[in-house]
Every structure is written in structure tokens, then in C-alpha cells.
């Protein structure tokens, strides 16, 4: 089988990813997803997921850079795939070639834009309500937003909220009120603006009110909530990747003995150990030396030394019968147990988004469907 002769692999749900969509369009009704794959998909896997998402209706993406969409429309993705980050003056012949939708933050790119072609084309404006990066300040975006109008078509205007994943909703409500009245400006001075989008993934589980036409969403549709404090009951949500190696090596060691780089762990008795053929290069992080757990015959074994390169090291002193070959699994479940992204992100002292987004290239990406 080919999950058993590579050395580690992640495995992504595309049925779960499709009721994650279904479940979430649900909610928002009658604004629909823009779906976020930046990041390969928050490193899911951004190309799988897109024709998946096509072949169930939803059409509409979008990505950090002008690379993410150019790389999409290579491979042959056909939905509109807007840009949220900076566009560089060399990225706009590409832009237009591939037919991307570029968000265009400030004067100096609207006229580098001018600069490329004469022929309007359709763009997104972002404003800053609160975020503090990228745009104009609401309160100095409108002649902005009206130079836009006369130049380009456009379909979008857009914010992002700061504040959006945490139980105290003050700052996120201040800055959609922020964002509304620039909006009724808009409206009162003839400029009616046909996509509007604010929520990205925690304010489309807790604010559904403020979806508007579209509503951006990201860590959500992987199946991972955007924090501890959004209200997971409203949307019931499906984790999509699972993470797996195999036992490379088991030994017994003695009291006295040490185990990897620095020798951060001495055994304090006979222990048996099992090594495991990933590390920081395929984005197990350091910051799980000592402090981590994986699954191996349905137990969660420690983590003991060092994460090296290319491997880490368990205890599986209380797991009979462990041998090479054997599954271990780093995300996902084994038995009865389970260890969540979210999980591992506590161990290292971070958010499940770093987590899923650091898997990197090395550890293949298989998707199955239709269980």
C-alpha cells in the first residue's frame, strides 16, 4: 500500500473539507465563502482543495500573493481568485495575463496598475478599520476609494478585523461601525460597491450578521477553529489533515544513558525507545523536544530528547510489542486516542494555523474521499 512505504505522510479529508464548506455556507446564508488557500492551503494543500471546491459549487478564492494565484490558474483552477496582500509593479502583467483580482491598497499601486494598461479591470480596495497594516485609514479612504471608481471596476471593498477570535467582541463591533459609515458615505455621495466582505473565519462563526456579500474564510474550512474562545457551537466543524510516520528503530536503553543532541534526556531506569523518521525539516519544531507525545499502538508515548533534522525519539516503554514499521501518528487519531493540531499548538506555544502551515514539502500530501 502506498501510505506504508513512504516514511511519513499527511493524509487530507475531502469529504470532511466539503461538509466543513457546506456547513459553513449554511451558517452565513445568503452571503456566500470566499475561500482562502494561502499559504498552499495553510499547507493543506491549495490546488486539491480548489478543484475540490469547484467540483461542489464553491468558485471563489482567494490568496496572499500574485505567485499563490498564478500557480492555481497553471494548474488549471478556472474560479476567481482574488489577492489580498501586496501586489509588487512587476507583478501586473501577470496579474492581468492570469486573470487574477488584485486588492489595491494605496495610490502608488493604483497608478502602477495605470502605468500597465489603459483597459479597467476589476479589482478589491481594502481599508483599514483597526487591522493597522495594509490600506488607507477609513476615516481618509473615501477620495481614495473615488479615484479607484473612475480608473477601475470596482466589485469589492473589504476590512479586516483584529480582534475577531476573541470572546470580548468591543473592538471588532468598533470597527465594523467604522467600516458602515464609511460605506453609507460611499452610498450617499452615488458609489454603490456590489461585493462587500468584513468577516473572516472567527466573525463568520460568531458575528454571521455582519457576512454581508461574501465572507472570508480560512482556518475554518480546514476544519480548525480560529481560537479557544469563538463559539464552537454554532458550526460544527471537521479537523481535515492527520499526520503519519512509522517506527524506524526501537531500542532499550539503561539508566545513565542519553538520548540526542545535548543530551537533554538521561534515563533514569531501562526505558524502551522508539525513533521516528521525522524532524524540523518536515516541521515537527524543535519546541516539541521534551514536550510533545505521539501515538503508537493506540498510546500516547513521549517525546524524550531532542527533535533533530530529521527525527525525534519516543518512549514506548508502556506499549507492548513496538516494532519497525509500526504507524505512529502526530496529528489524528490511533485507538482511542487522538492528538489534535490544536494540541500540538500548546505544546509549541502556538496558534493550530503555524502548526499546519509549517508541514513542510518534504511530507507528501495524500487526499481520499468518497469512504
Known amino acids: 500500500m502506498y501510505e506504508r512505504e513512504i516514511r511519513s505522510y499527511v493524509k487530507i479529508d475531502l469529504d470532511k473539507f466539503v461538509n466543513n464548506l457546506n456547513r459553513l455556507s449554511e451558517h452565513v446564508k445568503p452571503a456566500r465563502l470566499v475561500l482562502v488557500l494561502k499559504a498552499d492551503g495553510y499547507g493543506h494543500g491549495a490546488y486539491e482543495l480548489a478543484k475540490t471546491a469547484l467540483e461542489n459549487g464553491y468558485d471563489f478564492f482567494a490568496v496572499a500573493f500574485t505567485s499563490e494565484g498564478v500557480e492555481l490558474r497553471k494548474k488549471g483552477i478556472k474560479g476567481r481568485i482574488l489577492i489580498l496582500n501586496y501586489t509588487d509593479d512587476s507583478e501586473w502583467e501577470d496579474i492581468l495575463k492570469y486573470e487574477l483580482i488584485p486588492t489595491i491598497h494605496d ?117 480548525l477553529y480560529p481560537s479557544e474562545e469563538v463559539n464552537k457551537d454554532l458550526v460544527e466543524l471537521e479537523a481535515i489533515l492527520s499526520w503519519y510516520s512509522i517506527v524506524s528503530f526501537v531500542k532499550t536503553i539503561h539508566e545513565g544513558d542519553s538520548i540526542g543532541y545535548g543530551r537533554e534526556y538521561i534515563a533514569k531506569e531501562e526505558r524502551r525507545i522508539a525513533t521516528i523518521p521525522i524532524g524540523y525539516a518536515d516541521g515537527y519544531s524543535r519546541m516539541l523536544s521534551n514536550n510533545a507525545f505521539v501515538l503508537i499502538g493506540g498510546k500516547k508515548c513521549p517525546v524524550v530528547g531532542r527533535v533533530s533534522m530529521d527525527q525525534i525519539t519516543v518512549d514506548v516503554t508502556d506499549v507492548s510489542e513496538v516494532r519497525k514499521g509500526d504507524e505512529c501518528v502526530l496529528i489524528g487519531k490511533q485507538k482511542d486516542e487522538e492528538i489534535t493540531a490544536d494540541e500540538m499548538a500548546k505544546w509549541r506555544k502556538t496558534i493550530n494555523y503555524e502548526v499546519t502551515c509549517n508541514i513542510s514539502n518534504r511530507v507528501p500530501r495524500i487526499y481520499v474521499k468518497n469512504k
Open 107 to 223: 495610490r502608488e499601486s493604483l497608478n502602477a496598475l495605470r502605468r500597465t494598461t489603459k483597459k479597467r479591470i476589476t479589482v478589491h480596495v481594502n481599508v483599514d478599520t483597526g487591522m493597522g497594516r495594509l490600506g488607507y485609514r477609513v476615516e481618509e479612504s473615501a477620495d481614495f476609494i473615488k479615484e479607484v471608481v473612475r480608473t477601475e471596476k470596482l466589485e469589492g471593498l473589504y476590512t479586516h478585523f483584529a480582534a475577531a477570535d476573541e470572546r470580548d467582541k468591543r473592538y471588532t463591533r468598533y470597527q465594523y461601525s467604522r467600516f458602515l459609515s464609511l460605506l453609507k458615505q460611499l452610498k450617499d455621495e452615488g458609489i454603490d460597491i456590489p461585493i462587500i466582505h468584513t468577516n473572516n473565519s472567527a466573525a463568520a462563526i460568531d458575528l454571521p450578521e455582519y457576512a454581508n456579500d461574501y465572507v472570508r474564510v480560512g482556518i475554518a474550512i480546514y476544519g
